[in-house]
């Protein structure tokens, strides 16, 4: 139990377009769901915290304009990057909070590699 | 200024031998909790550590809290190359708060 999926796992997108990137929780609900950045030999990076129903609290320096997210249900956080650069290009990884599950444990999903071309 | 300093950063070492992988902080914490993740995935946790002094053992790796809860070790003893992998500490903020890394130990294991 206790499985977080994302989709895509990969996907490449020219300069300015935008990317939706999904994150489910399979077998359980999930109110809190994080999503992280992480580059090439670095540790991973909170971007922003997703709650269910409200808005995201993102961290210091991350543009909350050009990283959107949405939390509509209690399985499903989406993060789409906006206007995508090649310096977005990053592996992003989403967790969700084990809700009735374990609390004080993170689920983490396979992440998303993202290049920008 | 990182909360958690990891150390060290990179790790190439022959099969056979030992390492100590350390995680360090100025604070103090409930518990901290240890990753291991592979290339194009998501880290998975190896463990935490809730009490001070708190020794656990997974195989062939021993976690060790620090008795004022500042710190972490992790031993890996005669590593393989299936060790490989990028080794992360964390620490939660507070009961469902955000997970905070360190900043990893890439560590290569060579046959």
């Known amino acids: 139990g206790a499985v977080v999926s994302q989709h895509p796992s990969w996907v490449i997108c020219k300069s300015g377009t935008s990317v939706k990137i999904e994150c489910r929780s399979l077998?359980?609900?999930?109110?809190?769901m994080f999503w992280y950045r992480q580059f090439p030999k670095q540790s991973l990076m909170l971007m922003a915290t997703?709650?269910?129903?409200?808005?995201?609290?993102?961290e210091q320096g991350v543009e909350k304009d050009k990283f959107l997210i949405n939390h509509a249900s209690l399985t499903l956080s989406t993060l789409t990057v906006t206007s995508a650069h090649p310096e977005d290009s990053s592996f992003y990884i989403c967790?969700?909070?084990?809700?009735?599950?374990?609390?004080?444990?993170?689920?983490f999903g396979p992440g998303t590699r993202l290049t920008v071309l | 200024t990182q909360l958690l300093e990891q150390s060290p950063q990179f790790l190439s070492i022959q099969e056979g031998e030992n390492l100590t992988v350390y995680c360090n902080s100025s604070?103090?914490?409930?518990?901290l909790q240890w990753y291991r993740q592979e290339p194009g995935e998501g880290p998975v946790l190896l463990v935490t550590?809730?009490?001070?002094?708190e020794v656990k053992k997974l195989k062939r790796l021993t976690f060790q809290f620090g008795d004022a809860r500042k710190d972490s070790s992790l031993h890996i003893t005669a590593a393989q190359p299936g060790d490989t992998g990028l080794y992360l500490c964390?620490?939660?903020?507070?009961?469902?708060?955000?997970?905070?890394f360190g900043q990893g130990t890439e560590l290569s294991v060579k046959p």
């Open positions: 964390a620490v939660r903020l507070n009961q469902g708060g955000k997970l905070i």
């Open positions: 550590v809730v009490t001070g002094g």
């Open positions: 077998d359980f609900q999930a109110t809190t």
């Open positions: 967790s969700a909070d084990g809700d009735g599950v374990n609390t004080d444990t993170q689920y």
């Open positions: 604070s103090v914490f409930s518990s």
């Open positions: 997703s709650n269910e129903g409200s808005k995201a609290t993102y």
